[in-house]
């Protein structure tokens, strides 16, 4: 019987160090003992490899063999002290989590990509299943007051929970599975709801059918999205501090480099950058480990972690490439060792310790053709944000081509690559536009002004921006920003149009016009989306861009076809699940997702009449002709939808031609676009605070080690 407090014990239980080199004699063996060092998802993920196919029921038993004995012996006798029972804890847990870990690896998408056949995966997951039940019997004979089991099943449910504060997708996964546990049979049955979950839930069935891939916009709960099939991961300076803010440890983990750092203490605001980026390396680790097992089994082409670069040096090509070095350098670093455990015993590792990361290079800048095409050229991804446009989304996809072509041209493995699209910050900056344009053509209407203003931010809930020392024009901008604004169609915003008579003189005219507009604007990221796709990927233009990479850059066919497999478009900053579902395709594209984001397109999936069907590569639909036709009268938007003379040349030289139109954005005015303008500045404010507060840390650490 424990003594100890049992959850408390799991909760608290801390990973041993590494040891190297590592001495193991077989996969049983090594399985077992990285499990029991604290590694249990290392250990499980150290079978995602195809030499395992065909023997994954052996190394499977063996693993059980040495466990039951592990077990056995951790049973909690009279004469243990407090230290002895807590390590006999820990054992139990590490076993339990090792099992848990290879079943949920089999449920998910993980056993496909592998290559484990259905009958393979299907007997190994019911003799894990057998197994965890044994183990709870033989709890219960011991103590049933206490249970390993349970606690080790609410510490995979509470980490489930931290995603988005309990209100991303992956947090009710938990609510959904927890739902289904029963008293007794905490792990067997936690592993049977989880296949219930997962395999019910619409990413799963996406990816299973083929009809996508899919990335997240979050640093944590990766583990779960990867079961549901999803190959990469994004970071930028808001989502690291939020990873921070979720999962306080990461800050325990800071302490401890800071310590080691001494050369901060003396001067931490001197050394502020390089501290921002010790930080948000240490949130990316966990990232390119879960992502590692689908990095290597596709050779690069997924499983990427994209990287955001300091965005205060985003315009300057030098600053840019050395900060993405040496992030690269100190992740071969981590990588190197991470690996010797992951791939031991395999025999093909001639890609161990490249890391399966790829550099956010910030589009808003003349300097991102340059950077892209640089790091393209050596072997290292990038992903081109900040970018809403057409014609900035046609030229970096050019660049990226020019650089991994490069790549292979010196018989490098090229990287895959992505464009991001960032549709939904579009449409929130054209939203913006509107709605200062409806509200000063509706202060035209009215006697009083500041009373017609002063309602509007009343009801919106902005009544602070009212109490600045700023011109109206300022203060309309303010209320109308996305922050308080989220449609157009809000009740305060269409009372107070409604109340001007701007559209109409009856309320349910001015409601219809402004449903309308708001439906128009929600489709300018999708169209800018469908339309760069396909520009470089329908099946008229793809094999174009091959015969060009062939003449171009002398490449072989099946190179130029490497080269573009390895480009995505990403669309991202969704707003509904229309986003998504409209932006499907079968290659060339994976879609970047929000947790909260996710449980909206989870439930719209649900209802009666949804096909998934129906969404087969959507992204090749063409734009509905009227809503275009009001949508190009807007300025931003025929901006971000046409190309520029110059780009519609150089796809003319490639045997691409189309109604492109000639006002698009031109390079030399990236940096003043107002998408770019508020993203830039939210990101550069993001970075500062999060550097400013880990310079904090470690002036505090700094005088508790003096």
Same mark, same amino acid.
């Given at each position: 019987?424990?003594?100890?407090?049992?959850?408390?014990?799991?909760?608290?239980?801390?990973?041993?160090?590494?040891?190297?080199?590592?001495?193991?004699?077989?996969?049983?063996?090594?399985?077992?003992?990285?499990?029991? =060092?604290?590694?249990?998802?290392?250990?499980?993920?150290?079978?995602?490899?195809?030499?395992?196919?065909?023997?994954?029921?052996?190394?499977?038993?063996?693993?059980?063999?040495?466990?039951?004995?592990?077990?056995?012996?951790?049973?909690?006798?009279?004469?243990?002290?407090?230290?002895?029972?807590?390590?006999?804890?820990?054992?139990?847990?590490?076993?339990?989590?090792?099992?848990?870990?290879?079943?949920?690896?089999?449920?998910?998408?993980?056993?496909?990509?592998?290559?484990?056949?259905?009958?393979?995966?299907?007997?190994?997951?019911?003799?894990?299943?057998?197994?965890?039940?044994?183990?709870?019997?033989?709890?219960?004979?011991?103590?049933?007051?206490?249970?390993?089991?349970?606690?080790?099943?609410?510490?995979?449910?509470?980490?489930?929970?931290?995603?988005?504060?309990?209100?991303?997708?992956?947090?009710?996964?938990?609510?959904?599975?927890?739902?289904?546990?029963?008293?007794?049979?905490?792990?067997?049955?936690?592993?049977?709801?989880?296949?219930?979950?997962?395999?019910?839930?619409?990413?799963?069935?996406?990816?299973?059918?083929? =009809?996508?891939?899919?990335?997240?916009?979050?640093?944590?709960?990766?583990?779960?999205?990867?079961?549901?099939?999803?190959?990469?991961?994004?970071?930028?300076?808001?989502?690291?501090?939020?990873?921070?803010?979720?999962?306080?440890?990461?800050?325990?983990?800071?302490?401890?480099?800071?310590?080691e750092r001494k050369e901060w203490a003396s001067d931490p605001e001197r050394f502020g950058d390089e501290i921002a980026m010790q930080a948000t390396m240490i949130a990316l680790w966990p990232n390119l480990v879960v992502f590692r097992p689908i990095a290597l089994l596709s050779k690069f082409h997924d499983g990427m972690v994209s990287y955001q670069l300091n965005p205060n040096v985003a315009a300057s090509f030098e600053d840019s490439i050395e900060d993405a070095l040496k992030i690269y350098s100190e992740a071969e670093k981590f990588l190197r060792g991470y690996d010797a455990y992951l791939a031991w015993g395999y025999s093909d590792v001639d890609e161990i310790e490249r890391p399966n990361v790829?550099?956010?290079?910030?589009?808003?800048?003349?300097?991102?053709?340059?950077?892209?095409?640089?790091?393209?050229?050596?072997?290292?991804?990038?992903?081109?944000?900040?970018?809403?446009?057409?014609?900035?989304?046609?030229?970096?996809?050019?660049?990226?081509?020019?650089?991994?072509?490069?790549?292979?041209?010196?018989?490098?493995?090229?990287?895959?690559?992505?464009?991001?699209?960032?549709?939904?910050?579009?449409?929130?900056?054209?939203?913006?536009?509107?709605?200062?344009?409806?509200?000063?053509?509706?202060?035209?209407?009215?006697?009083?002004?500041?009373?017609?203003?002063?309602?509007?931010?009343?009801?919106?809930?902005?009544?602070?921006?009212?109490?600045?020392?700023?011109?109206?024009?300022?203060?309309?901008?303010?209320?109308?920003?996305?922050?308080?604004?989220?449609?157009?169609?809000?009740?305060?915003?269409?009372?107070?149009?409604?109340?001007?008579?701007?559209?109409?003189?009856?309320?349910?005219?001015?409601?219809?016009?402004?449903?309308?507009?708001?439906?128009?604007?929600?489709?300018?990221?999708?169209?800018?989306?469908?339309?760069?796709?396909?520009?470089?990927?329908?099946?008229?233009?793809?094999?174009?861009?091959?015969?060009?990479?062939?003449?171009?850059?002398?490449?072989?066919?099946?190179?130029?076809?490497?080269? =573009?497999?390895?480009?995505?478009?990403?669309?991202?900053?969704?707003?509904?699940?229309?986003?998504?579902?409209?932006?499907?395709?079968?290659?060339?594209?994976?879609?970047?997702?929000?947790?909260?984001?996710?449980? =909206?397109?989870?439930?719209?999936?649900?209802?009666?009449?949804?096909?998934?069907?129906?969404?087969?590569?959507?992204?090749?639909?063409?734009?509905?002709?009227?809503?275009?036709?009001?949508?190009?009268?807007?300025?931003?938007?025929?901006?971000?939808?046409?190309?520029?003379?110059?780009?519609?040349?150089?796809?003319?030289?490639?045997?691409?031609?189309?109604?492109?139109?000639?006002?698009?954005?031109?390079?030399?005015?990236?940096?003043?676009?107002?998408?770019?303008?508020?993203?830039?500045?939210?990101?550069?404010?993001?970075?500062?605070?999060?550097?400013?507060?880990?310079?904090?840390?470690?002036?505090?650490?700094?005088?508790?080690?003096?």
């Amino acid at each position: 019987m424990y003594s100890v407090d049992i959850s408390l014990t799991v909760l608290r239980s801390r990973p041993e160090e590494r040891k190297y080199p590592v001495s193991s004699l077989n996969h049983c063996e090594h399985i077992v003992d990285t499990a029991l =060092m604290g590694y249990p998802q290392l250990a499980a993920d150290h079978l995602l490899d195809r030499e395992m196919c065909g023997k994954l029921a052996d190394v499977l038993g063996g693993v059980i063999r040495r466990l039951d004995l592990e077990f056995a012996k951790s049973k909690p006798l009279p004469e243990d002290d407090e230290e002895s029972e807590i390590k006999k804890v820990w054992r139990r847990q590490r076993a339990y989590c090792l099992l848990m870990e290879i079943a949920l690896n089999l449920i998910g998408m993980e056993s496909q990509r592998v290559g484990f056949s259905k009958k393979e995966a299907s007997a190994s997951l019911k003799r894990i299943v057998y197994t965890l039940e044994k183990w709870e019997s033989l709890e219960k004979q011991e103590d049933a007051s206490v249970s390993v089991a349970k606690a080790v099943v609410y510490k995979f449910l509470l980490d489930m929970k931290k995603v988005m504060h309990g209100e991303g997708m992956v947090a009710k996964m938990g609510d959904e599975i927890e739902k289904e546990l029963v008293e007794g049979r905490w792990a067997a049955n936690f592993v049977t709801a989880s296949k219930k979950t997962i395999q019910n839930n619409v990413y799963y069935q996406t990816v299973t059918k083929g =009809m996508c891939k899919f990335g997240n916009d979050y640093a944590l709960g990766l583990r779960w999205v990867r079961h549901l099939g999803y190959v990469q991961v994004s970071t930028n300076p808001v989502l690291a501090a939020i990873a921070y803010d979720d999962d306080s440890e990461l800050w325990e983990e800071f302490r401890e480099v800071a310590k080691e750092r001494k050369e901060w203490a003396s001067d931490p605001e001197r050394f502020g950058d390089e501290i921002a980026m010790q930080a948000t390396m240490i949130a990316l680790w966990p990232n390119l480990v879960v992502f590692r097992p689908i990095a290597l089994l596709s050779k690069f082409h997924d499983g990427m972690v994209s990287y955001q670069l300091n965005p205060n040096v985003a315009a300057s090509f030098e600053d840019s490439i050395e900060d993405a070095l040496k992030i690269y350098s100190e992740a071969e670093k981590f990588l190197r060792g991470y690996d010797a455990y992951l791939a031991w015993g395999y025999s093909d590792v001639d890609e161990i310790e490249r890391p399966n990361v790829v550099f956010k290079v910030a589009g808003g800048y003349p300097a991102a053709i340059e950077i892209t095409a640089a790091l393209n050229s050596i072997g290292i991804g990038t992903n081109n944000t900040v970018t809403y446009t057409v014609a900035q989304e046609t030229a970096l996809i050019m660049a990226a081509m020019k650089g991994m072509a490069e790549a292979v041209r010196k018989g490098i493995l090229p990287t895959q690559i992505y464009e991001t699209n960032m549709g939904g910050r579009l449409e929130s900056h054209l939203r913006d536009l509107e709605a200062e344009k409806l509200l000063l053509e509706a202060f035209e209407k009215v006697e009083d002004e500041e009373e017609l203003l002063s309602k509007l931010a009343e009801g919106l809930g902005a009544q602070e921006e009212l109490a600045k020392n700023i011109p109206l024009e300022g203060k309309v901008k303010a209320i109308c920003g996305y922050r308080y604004l989220k449609k157009l169609t809000h009740p305060a915003f269409a009372e107070v149009i409604s109340s001007a008579k701007l559209r109409g003189k009856k309320r349910e005219e001015n409601l219809a016009f402004l449903t309308r507009h708001e439906n128009d604007i929600g489709s300018a990221g999708t169209f800018v989306a469908q339309k760069v796709y396909w520009i470089f990927f329908s099946p008229e233009n793809r094999p174009k861009w091959i015969r060009y990479l062939k003449g171009n850059s002398g490449l072989s066919q099946l190179e130029a076809q490497e080269v =573009m497999d390895k480009i995505d478009v990403l669309p991202a900053s969704k707003r509904k699940p229309a986003d998504t579902f409209l932006t499907l395709a079968e290659r060339n594209l994976t879609n970047t997702e929000f947790p909260n984001h996710q449980w =909206m397109v989870s439930e719209a999936s649900k209802q009666e009449d949804f096909k998934l069907g129906d969404y087969a590569n959507a992204i090749m639909r063409k734009p509905n002709s009227n809503i275009l036709q009001r949508l190009v009268l807007i300025e931003d938007f025929r901006k971000a939808y046409e190309l520029t003379p110059e780009l519609t040349k150089e796809l003319e030289n490639v045997g691409i031609k189309g109604e492109f139109g000639n006002g698009g954005l031109r390079v030399e005015q990236w940096s003043s676009f107002g998408s770019v303008v508020k993203t830039m500045s939210e990101f550069e404010n993001a970075y500062e605070t999060f550097k400013e507060r880990a310079i904090g840390i470690t002036s505090r650490t700094a005088e508790d080690e003096a």
